[in-house]
């Protein structure tokens, strides 16, 4: 989608959004609260530039607009593969990024994350899997690392990664399956601003991924160990 035609959607009171460089920043009302908006557009690789500059934005945020909601809006191909950004250690890069969306998040700004075209691999870390909450449209595109990808990697023929995939959403992609596997709250289907209302209005309630998954039968293990280390107990396997 658009990003212009989906903020228009998102916020009908009216934005600020610009778009430099496929970096996307600004703020909006919803119902007369005042959120900031960080994001990327056009499958923009992450490197170190945009990774700088998201992180400026909320570092900004936090510093001028204390407790103000955070949107991010992700669209990204994932994190830039030149040998430039590597040897300038991008991974430093998104690491900052993600402490900086961490230390909003304990400074009381709320951040959501919405998924509205692309979100691949350490570009969607560092954003959606940060937030608070992340939600994603349906036509939406999910995914660490594509099965052709995997098979190279893994030299598990693709055929049967094809065939694990359609029971199992860890091999998946697309927003479905990161719904049933708690990294997806929710898919926005309709009024789109009438879902931002509501996911701000939201009380967050710490981490819900993993019993979100268990919930939903996408990952039936994650919690189970969770609750076994905190207890010091034992993995109850179903």
Known sequence: MDWKKLADSLFPEGHTIV?????????AQVDGQAVAVIGTTGHTPIGVEIALA??????????????????????????????????????????????????????????IGLVYDQALSGGFITSGLMADACYALPDATIRVMGLPAMARITKVPEERLTELAQSNPVFAPGPENYLRMGGVEAIWNGDLAAHLRAALAQPVAGDQRSTLGLQRGGRRLAQPVIDAVVSGGHVQRA
């Open 54 to 111: 998201q992180a400026r934005a909320i570092l900004r945020t936090v510093r001028e607009f204390p407790g103000m909601p955070i949107l991010m809006l992700i669209d990204t191909q994932g994190q830039r593969l030149r040998h430039r950004d590597e040897m300038l250690g991008i991974n430093s890069y998104m690491a900052h990024l993600g402490k900086c969306v961490d230390l909003a998040r304990r400074k009381g700004h709320k951040i």
């Open 19 to 27: 778009e430099q460089d496929e970096f996307l920043c600004g703020g």
